[in-house]
């Protein structure tokens, strides 16, 4: 399937000079939302996943789905302000400053194998966040996986060598 047919590409969103790639008009699509499901799936299928980390907010459109098809347990790591019982916080650095993740502090046990999921991997800053959020957790990163992972950005240098996989790139 030509999933980069699939998503549509806006010029100049959030801002000049940027070109965004909406996956609306993937999620849009029932045949391609599900051949995405199935290849951000079918890696993990053997490999005993406990819980898979959606990062929000687009990491949990994926992340559910993925769950389930693994048969384990869903986590969405948040914004801070969302999360209702006690939590642990990372912050990260953006271009402009700074900004937090958040996840509940009996959301991964030690030991659990995690699989961390996100819409895109751009300067690694979320995915970053997020390893460091189970890392301080004691849970064990099989792998990150994504849709869109943007090349140029060089966003793997961030993730300390963990093993991404993503479904599609673009220089």
Known sequence: MNLKAKIREVPDFPKAGILFYDITTLLSDPAASRYVIDQLSSPYLKEGIDKVIGIESRGFIFGAPIAERLNAGFVPVRKPGKLPAERIEEQYDLEYGQDALCIHKD????GERVLIVDDLLATGGTLAATAKLIQRLEGQI??????IELLGLNGRKKLNGHRVFSLLTYD
């Open 142 to 147: 099989i792998e990150m996986a994504c849709v």
């Open 107 to 110: 959301a991964v046990s030690p």
